[in-house]
């Protein structure tokens, strides 16, 4: 407990009361400063956040773009390519399916001339048993 002295006298309340009032008016002020400088940085950040979204998003729109050019760029070199691939293909199968008629048809000539020839033995054959049967 505090006792009463001759020092704290009314004057001396007052000038106790007067720096309390001044102190609380200066923390006011300055939560209200503060406040005013918190509220400028989260409308700055705010501002820096939609703006590095807004970059990003173009960015990454640009990217998007720049891949599919180069994937569909790639897709009709790939499609070019196996175009002439299987029209390489087709040409080397129509040469083959060629040489292989080719070969069939010498084949059966072959077998045609083995065939007269050995008909004509039979026939040569049958003749002399024929001729022989008959003297």
């Known amino acids: 407990m505090v006792l009463m002295t001759e020092s704290w006298n009314e004057q001396r309340l007052d000038d106790l009361n007067a720096e309390v009032k001044g ?6 002020e300055g939560f209200a400063q503060l406040r005013t400088e918190m509220q400028e940085s989260e409308v ?37 390519e ?6 390489q293909l087709r040409g080397e199968m ?11 048809a010498g084949l059966s000539r072959t077998i045609i001339q083995v065939g007269s020839g050995l008909l004509g033995t039979a026939v040569v054959a049958t003749t002399a048993i024929v001729v022989a049967a008959l003297s």
């Open 94 to 104: 129509n040469e083959g399916f060629g040489q292989l008629r080719g070969e069939i």
């Open 44 to 80: 700055r950040l705010r501002s820096e956040m939609q703006e590095g979204f807004a970059q990003l998003r173009t960015e990454m729109q640009a990217g998007d773009n720049q891949l599919r050019v180069e994937m569909s760029a790639g897709f009709e070199q790939l499609r070019g």
């Open 82 to 87: 196996m175009s002439a691939g299987f029209e």
């Open 23 to 28: 102190l609380r008016t200066e923390m006011r």
